[in-house]
Nanobody, 121 residues
């Protein structure tokens, strides 16, 4: 029904930058909240940042002032600009979207496949 396609991950040195993108497609009436989560080896998945339909944002304290989340509702796309990357940012980053389909007013969570971000010298 809904697909989330992520891009932008890669290998960068500490202090570098990456921009992640996630585009949703399929049977979509409205996307409420969109967010980025990450999971490092041996750790549980955690929220990095999320953003509501109207643009209100929430950030994890560990990345505050370094990352910025944004969205384009016309493209059903969410972005994560990551600056001043640290080795501790190394993880698989996942996109999540709360989607209302054309035939329902209920929201359902959808996840992307994940994109690897590795920060290493």
């Amino acid at each position: 029904q809904v697909q989330l396609v992520e891009s932008g991950g890669g290998l960068v040195q500490p202090g570098g930058s990456l921009r992640l993108s996630c585009a949703a497609s399929g049977s979509i009436s409205r996307i409420n909240r969109m967010g980025w989560y990450r999971q490092a080896p041996g750790k549980e998945r955690e929220l990095v940042a999320d953003i509501g339909f109207g643009g209100r944002t929430n950030y994890a304290d560990s990345i505050k002032d370094r990352f910025a989340i944004s969205r384009d509702n016309g493209k059903n796309t969410v972005y994560l600009q990551m600056n001043s990357l640290k080795p501790d940012d190394t993880a698989v980053y996942y996109c999540k979207a709360e989607v209302a389909h054309t035939s329902t007013s209920q929201y359902y969570d959808y996840w992307g496949q994940g994109t690897q971000v590795t920060v290493s010298s």
